[in-house]
């Protein structure tokens, strides 16, 4: 593995651990949340390298920090989306936005047909890969979530109890 991927690893590492102190999570998280980020973010970056694609890249490390912060809830006792969150918000396609916005500020003063018609295609490029890049670490962080959503352990221990109590009740009838 190259060491400037490993360092960025630990970069989003930090970075999840500094958007978690930002939301207030439990102290008992912020190691885990590290973990995740860092996890997260070195498969999409070796994806990256092996040049598999951006927005697939992104579906692939929001869909390991899915699943990854699911098995921590369970391990720390807290809700998934408090591991997810901040571990997901590094990934964020901040570069795209930001070319995308100075493309439309650009645009507004451009007079020249074909410098326009250039910045228009660019600008377009970099605001769709923001957008699909979104749309993939959404679905990538919702979708193991959904998948692995189950009743809490309470209403299955109270669902025992009421059908108990109902066989109890059909006996002495």
Known sequence: MDFALLEKGIWLGCAGIGFAVLFNVPRRTLGIIYIIAALGGLLKFYLISL???????????SSLIG????????????????????ALIPMIPGFFAYKAMVGVMKLTAEQDPEVYTKLFFETVKNGLSACFI????????????????KE?????????????QLENLEEEN
């Open 51 to 61: 040049e598999s694609g951006l927005v697939f890249a992104a579906l692939c490390g």
């Open 67 to 86: 699943f990854l912060s699911v098995l921590a809830a369970h391990y720390r006792k807290a809700p998934p989306m408090t591991f997810a969150l901040p």
């Open 134 to 149: 979104i749309l993939a670490l959404a679905a990538g962080v919702a979708i193991p979530l959904l998948i692995t959503r």
């Open 152 to 164: 809490t352990v309470k209403r299955i221990k109270t669902d025992i109890v009421l059908e108990k």
